[in-house]
């Protein structure tokens, strides 16, 4: 037998940006407190005037804490101010600036870009592993031609493992500012922010007769 392993790679550019949205209730000096309800609908709203879909958009968590203020005068009976966060698909990189100008700062304490991805992710995948074998293939081929022996057939192929494995780390990084918060999205914006392309690599070892 000769057991060989070939790869493939390619380079693709996202068209799906995942970002962490959140939200948290507010209290400015002598108005009321700013209830999540309103936030939250203040917040779809502002979703669909920037043409993001509501099957775009996703609860991650809920979350309350005591305001520093309460605890610092050792309230008693201190109000829990209520967060929220959400995940957005956008499609491109529009849509993203549309919604950031629409934000209510007050209430925005996260505006996160989780990761990146694809639509068109398992062709991808399926194409590379195609590629991927047919490359085992020709290197098992020259070899054997190296010492005078004939390639038989395939006896055991390895399908290589899915999952985030697969990706470059460059798939959750954006011009080095994963993690901007929302006030410092304005600043890269205007510097022309562009998506890393997303790298996707494949093995496949085959065993051959």
Do not use: W
């Not at 005591?66 to 101010?81: G, M």
């Not at 992710?121 to 991927?132: E, P, S, Y």
């Not at 205007?190 to 997303?198: L, N, P």
């Amino acid at each position: 037998t000769i057991t060989v392993t070939g790869s493939a790679e390619m380079e693709v550019i996202p068209d799906e940006v995942y970002v962490t949205v959140v939200l948290r209730e507010y209290q400015k000096k002598g108005e009321a407190k700013k209830d999540i309800e309103t936030i939250k609908s203040a917040f779809l709203e502002s979703c669909r005037q920037a043409g993001i879909s509501d099957s775009a958009i996703s609860i991650l968590s809920y979350s309350g804490y005591n305001s520093y203020y309460s605890l610092r005068k050792k309230q008693k009976d201190s109000d829990l101010f209520a967060g929220i966060s959400y995940l957005i698909k956008f499609s491109n990189s529009e849509q993203m600036d549309n919604l950031v100008d629409k934000l209510d700062d007050q209430a925005t304490q996260g505006f996160e870009i989780s990761f990146t991805s694809h639509s068109r992710m398992t062709a991808f995948r399926k194409q590379l592993k195609i590629d991927a074998i047919k490359a085992a293939k020709a290197k098992a081929e020259y070899l054997t031609t190296a010492i005078d022996e004939q390639l038989g057939g395939a006896i055991t192929v390895k399908e290589p493992e899915e999952g985030n494995n697969n990706y470059s780390a460059s798939n959750r990084a954006v011009n080095g500012a994963n993690g901007i918060s929302k006030y410092e999205y304005e600043s890269f914006k205007s510097t022309g922010i562009v998506f890393r392309k997303i790298k996707l690599r494949y093995e496949v070892t085959v065993i051959f007769a």
